[in-house]
């Protein structure tokens, strides 16, 4: 699987969030948001179409999200955990106890899924 990169990611963003819809409608909802014009989401939407993300039908230019939200976050997180802390999970659940001010209910549900984690 390739990497899904910020620019990218806003843009698979909007398509999760308001379902599959026409390029022109992604190009206003990214003016909106994020300031971009039209050719800077169109080029987006072709990256993403190239790398199998966005399947493109006709007429309108009507985009369909191939990657789910699920599987761009299990990719992200494998990427952090190789790059960062060496392909240790361990290492990365540690580092988020020990830096993180987490509360005791935040603490108690980490707890609970480890718990209930099948292996």
């Known amino acids: 699987m390739q990497t899904l990169y910020d620019s990218e990611n806003k843009v ?54 191939l990657l789910t939200r699920q599987e761009a976050e299990k990719q992200a997180t494998r990427s952090l955990v190789d790059k960062i802390f060496d392909g240790s999970r361990t290492a990365l659940f540690s580092a988020l106890l020990r830096d993180e001010n987490l509360s005791s ?12 984690y099948k292996f």
């Open 12 to 65: 698979m963003k909007i398509l999760w969030e308001k379902g599959n819809m026409t390029a022109r409608e992604i190009s206003i909802i990214a003016a909106e948001r994020l300031g971009w014009n039209k050719n800077t989401t169109y080029t987006i939407l072709n990256k993403l179409i190239a790398k199998g993300y966005i399947k493109r039908t006709d007429p309108n230019f009507f985009c369909e999200a």
């Open 105 to 116: 209910e935040e603490l108690a549900e980490l707890r609970k899924m480890v718990e209930e």
